[in-house]
C-alpha cells in the first residue's frame, strides 16, 4: 500500500492550496478514506473524511466550511480542496485509509504572510 500527497505549499492566509494523493496497492473503492495532518509538536488529527462511494463527508470543527474533500475511485485519487486558509493551518498533510495502513511522505502546507 503506499500513498503520494502532493500539491502543498506557502500560501497567504486567505489563499487556497489543492492537495492531491494518488493511492495504490489497495481496493482503493473498498476504503473510506481520510485526510490527516500533523503540526509541529503535535499529534497527528484527521482533518476530513469521505466514504467508500463519495457521498458522505464528515470535517473536524476547525476546517467545516472551508476544505472540501473529494475522490476519483476510478483513478485512485483523493484531493483536498483548503480554502480560507489560516496560519493554524500549517501541517504536513497526509491521505490515508480511516483505519491508516502505511503513510506516506506528506505535503508541508505553510500558511504564513
Known amino acids: 500500500v503506499q500513498f503520494v500527497e502532493s500539491g502543498g505549499g506557502l500560501v497567504q492566509p486567505g489563499g487556497s492550496l489543492r492537495l492531491s494523493c494518488a493511492a495504490s496497492g489497495l481496493a482503493f473503492d473498498q476504503y473510506g478514506m481520510r485526510w490527516f495532518r500533523q503540526a509541529p509538536g503535535k499529534e497527528r488529527e484527521w482533518v476530513a473524511h469521505?466514504?467508500?462511494?463519495?457521498?458522505?463527508?464528515q470535517y473536524v470543527d476547525s476546517v467545516k466550511g472551508r476544505f472540501i474533500i473529494s475522490r476519483d475511485n476510478a483513478k485512485m485519487t483523493l484531493d483536498l480542496q483548503m480554502n480560507n486558509l489560516k496560519p493554524e493551518d500549517t501541517a504536513v498533510y497526509y491521505c490515508?485509509?480511516?483505519?491508516?495502513?502505511?503513510w506516506g511522505q506528506g505535503t508541508q502546507v505553510t500558511v504564513s504572510s
Open positions: 469521505i466514504s467508500v462511494a463519495g457521498r458522505g463527508t
Open positions: 490515508n485509509t480511516a483505519l491508516p495502513k502505511n
